[in-house]
């Protein structure tokens, strides 16, 4: 079963930074899209930014473009995700899984890691 391990969430106040880490295993992580998704309280989990197998395409959802940047390490097998002026609305468990059209493909989630944006 693959393994996904988020890590990096925090509390911080609105305009302030974080950068999420997720570290991979039991795949082969150079062959696969990658992406961050996030779920708000009360709300479905959405599709955050993903990023090609190469690394040389990014997506981003239309609330975090500008703001977040997503990369990766395929020496390390690690994603990560760089959020700068984060919003109250920013507010969530992040999650990564690998990615296809901005689907995710694993059936298995890591455990998440939590975002709160707020003064």
């Known amino acids: 079963q693959v393994q996904l391990e988020e890590s990096g969430g925090g509390l911080v106040q609105p305009g302030g930074s974080?950068?999420?880490?997720c570290a991979t295993s039991r795949f082969?992580?150079?062959?696969?899209?990658?992406?961050w998704y996030r779920q708000a309280p009360g709300k479905e989990r959405?599709?955050?930014?993903?990023?090609?197998?190469?690394?040389?395409?990014?997506?981003?959802?239309?609330?975090v473009k500008g703001r977040f940047t997503i990369?990766?390490?395929?020496?390390?097998?690690?994603?990560?995700?760089?959020?700068n002026?984060?919003?109250?609305?920013?507010?969530?468990?992040?999650?990564?899984?690998?990615?296809?059209?901005s689907a995710p493909?694993?059936?298995?989630w890591g455990q998440g890691t939590q975002v709160t944006v707020s003064s």
Not at 28 to 35: E, I, L, Q, S, V
Not at 50 to 59: L, V
């Open 18 to 21: 974080l950068r999420l880490s």
């Open 28 to 35: 082969t992580f150079m062959n696969y899209g990658m992406g």
């Open 46 to 63: 959405e599709f955050v930014a993903s990023i090609s197998a190469t690394g040389r395409i990014t997506n981003y959802a239309d609330s």
């Open 71 to 83: 990369s990766r390490d395929n020496s390390k097998n690690t994603l990560d995700l760089q959020m």
């Open 85 to 101: 002026n984060l919003k109250p609305e920013d507010t969530g468990v992040y999650y990564c899984n690998a990615v296809r059209q």
């Open 105 to 108: 493909i694993f059936g298995s």
